[in-house]
Nanobody
């Protein structure tokens, strides 16, 4: 089994910054793409940012966060990060980590974390 545990959420003022972390553990052989999604009340879950594996890892961002958010990963720690700067009130949401994992049993599945609340408010 594989677990994803997010941390780093909280309350921040508009214009402030937060850094989210997501650590994967369990029967992991390899992790392919990792990403962050968010879901605000009454809205659908949306992709915020994603990153592929490898030294030349490709990144993908939602248009609304380009230039303000940065996704990165530490493959040795099976961890993905999301640095969020210049946060806006409308970005208040539960942020979820996602990982495309190949397990030791050679099963490939998509896994989700439990989510971490980010509240942007003065």
């Amino acid at each position: 089994q594989v677990q994803l545990v997010e941390s780093g959420g909280g309350l921040v003022q508009p214009g402030g910054s937060l850094r989210l972390s997501c650590a994967a553990s369990g029967s992991i052989f390899s992790i392919y793409a990792m990403g962050w999604y968010r879901q605000a009340p009454g809205k659908q879950r949306e992709l915020v940012a994603a990153i592929t594996r490898g030294s030349g890892a490709n990144t993908n961002y939602a248009d609304s966060v380009k230039g303000r958010f940065t996704i990165s990963r530490d493959n040795a720690k099976n961890t993905v990060y999301l640095q969020m700067n210049s946060l806006k009130p409308e970005e208040t949401a539960v942020y979820y980590c996602n990982a495309d994992v190949l397990t030791i049993a050679t099963l490939r599945n998509d896994y989700w974390g439990q989510g971490t609340q980010v509240t942007v408010s003065s």
